[in-house]
């Protein structure tokens, strides 16, 4: 009797954390480290479309947005709505806004991006990823509950 409960004791204590009571429920779930796409090798046209929502991006938001806030800083520095760092001048405030701009910029297009890769083909592994992704978050309407 005491046989079965010293070797069922055994399995409960077999775990390799070091949690105060020794159990498993105690010891935290073994998780996989490797992502499971991390030796994923993209098609040429899931490369062209990355490609092109970068330079869009770029080109369309992150440098008209960098500009438009570092000459609004600017302006705002030279006619005295902002201060000048003593040491340093206008540039930090200048620096700065332009690199908001350019995460502003990036951020904006990211919808647009979505909707390019969402349109690659059925073919494109990181198509079918991107379309059921939306579809997870934005599920169709049900026709049954309109009203």
Same mark, same amino acid.
């Given at each position: 009797m005491s046989g079965k409960k010293d070797g069922k004791d055994k399995k409960e204590e077999d775990?390799?954390?070091?949690?105060?009571?020794?159990? *498993?429920?105690?010891? #935290?779930?073994? +998780?996989?480290?490797?992502? #499971?796409l991390r030796y994923y090798e =993209?098609?040429?046209?899931?490369?062209?479309?990355? !490609? !092109?929502?970068? *330079?869009? %991006? =770029?080109y369309q +938001?992150?440098? #008209? =947005? %960098?500009?438009?806030?570092a000459t609004l800083t600017y302006a705002a520095i030279k006619y005295?709505?902002?201060? +000048?760092?003593?040491h340093f001048g206008a540039v930090p405030k200048v620096l /700065?806004?332009?690199?908001?701009?350019?995460?502003?910029?990036? /951020? %904006?297009?990211i919808a647009t991006c979505d909707k390019k890769l969402r349109k690659l083909p059925a073919s494109s592994h990181l198509g079918n990823v991107m379309r059921q992704y939306h579809l997870e978050k934005y599920p169709p #309407?049900?026709? *049954?509950? +309109?009203r």
């Open positions: 775990c390799d954390c070091y949690a105060e009571s020794r159990t *498993k429920k105690a010891c #935290p779930p073994v +998780r996989n480290v490797t992502h #499971p =993209f098609t040429q046209e899931e490369l062209r479309a990355l !490609e !092109e929502c970068d *330079k869009e %991006s =770029f +938001r992150c440098l #008209p =947005f %960098s500009t438009l806030f005295g709505h902002l201060s +000048r760092n003593p /700065a806004s332009a690199i908001c701009g350019y995460c502003l910029g990036r /951020a %904006s297009y #309407p049900d026709p *049954k509950n +309109r």
